[in-house]
């Protein structure tokens, strides 16, 4: 499905090209998928969530494309193809972009026209990032403690059932949160302050399921005031989801200019009707 105005350009130039003698005969590009390679294991696994495809022709943005896609390019011969992967950011259909932290998958291809090529690109962290904070919960020890804000429970489980943990090779562990029959509020934070730096990307990667609704944010600590910036709420995912949630606008707030920051995890399950579980893995703060 073709996701921006740019490729809808192009289709629009393919119709007027049937009027012209002189046409050329496009040629088709196939993406199933784009992956995503991590093997650093201080970097945690190698789990994604790229839905779009940004593709450029000899630099030449083509368009946006979500996958899989089959993209129709005006170009014969031997074309310099580059593929961006594209996320939802802080998981919105409506925040389409490339995620900063991919690195760009290259390669020449030699276009006929009327033939489909398929390629199936590649991505990798960007060597130079900055890890933050990166918990996999593979030790059964958890980087998170409880807060002081009338939280009910805030301890944090261990589950290495293949039905209940992260489906990821040589994974472990996840952390699973029983929050039993509610009312119930849990909130952990991280152990540590991070020092964040101001004007940068910065994410924070989060795979969960849960029962209920998840609340993820951060602690400015700059004041003697402490209070909680929420950032995303995850809505109830009966299957493992990943999230790429955005800091950055928060941490370069003026008023958390030199400030240490903390993530934090909040939920209120409220039904005493039913029991309600919380499972996490591969959180990671990222920036550049």
């Not at 002189?22 to 998928?33: K, M, T």
């Not at 996840?174 to 004007?199: D, H």
């Amino acid at each position: 499905m073709i996701k921006s105005r740019h490729a809808i350009f192009v289709l629009i130039l393919l119709t007027v090209a049937s009027c012209d003698p002189d046409e050329i005969n496009p040629s088709f590009l196939h993406i199933p998928s784009i992956s995503f390679k991590q093997e650093n294991t201080q970097r945690g696994g190698n789990t994604s969530d790229i839905v779009d495809a940004w593709v450029y022709v000899n630099n030449k943005e083509i368009g946006v494309f979500e996958l899989p896609a089959t993209i129709p390019i005006l170009e014969n011969g031997e074309n310099q193809i580059k593929v961006l992967a594209g996320i939802k950011k802080d998981g919105q259909s409506n925040k389409r972009i490339t995620y900063p932290f991919y690195t760009i998958y290259k390669e020449t291809l030699l276009l006929k026209g009327g033939q489909t090529d398929t390629i199936r690109p590649v991505v990798e962290y960007f060597s130079s990032l900055n890890f933050a904070w990166v918990e996999t919960f593979d030790s059964q020890t958890a980087s998170l403690e409880g807060t002081s804000s009338g939280r009910t429970i805030d301890s944090v489980a261990f589950t290495n059932d293949q039905d209940e943990k992260l489906n990821l090779i040589n994974n472990k562990f996840s952390a699973k949160i029983p929050l039993g029959k509610g009312p119930q509020i849990f909130e952990v934070a991280t152990l540590q302050e991070m020092n964040l730096p101001q004007g940068k990307n910065i994410f924070l990667e989060v795979d969960y399921k849960s029962d209920i609704a998840v609340q993820f944010g951060i602690y400015p600590f700059n004041t003697a005031d402490i209070y909680g910036l929420p950032i995303l709420l995850a809505y109830p995912s009966k299957n493992w989801k990943k999230l790429y949630i955005s800091l950055g606008e928060e941490v370069s707030a003026p008023k958390n200019n030199g400030a240490t920051f903390k993530v934090f995890i909040y939920a209120n399950h409220a039904d005493s009707s039913q029991n309600a579980f919380i499972y996490l893995d591969e959180l990671k703060v990222i920036h550049q």
